[in-house]
């Protein structure tokens, strides 16, 4: 009963992030496939770091942030331009470095507005 509602509350919560949810492209971990695609596993993955960035006052550069967001955007697109397929792996992959790229873009955003402001 208890697993349950929490697989109904994952629900809700994924239901909200914009997702092909494609199976094919989506990661299956002991017979249960995960209700969004690799790619966007792999982005709130790398979102986990984001809590680390700002309570531990890591400072990266923002032009880190932009680099690690790179990968992600060339597999898309060599993918839709139809160079190459993509796989499960290099989505997740790419998807982590992209969800991190994003949290120290947001990090360094936020330090320096707070810098002009204070």
Known sequence: MIV????????RI?????CHRMKSRSLTIKGYTLPLCARCTGILAGYLFFPFF????LN?????????NLPMVIDG??????????N???RLSTGIFSGLGQSIII???SQ??????L
């Open 77 to 86: 697109w060599t993918q839709k331009r139809k160079y190459r397929m993509s």
């Open 112 to 117: 320096m507005i707070i810098f002009i402001l």
């Open 88 to 90: 499960n792996l290099l």
């Open 54 to 57: 700002l309570i531990l006052d």
């Open 4 to 11: 349950d509602q929490i697989v109904i509350n994952i629900k």
């Open 14 to 18: 994924t239901d909200i992030v914009p």
């Open 107 to 109: 990090v360094s955003i």
């Open 60 to 68: 990266f550069p923002l032009w880190l942030g932009i680099v690690l």
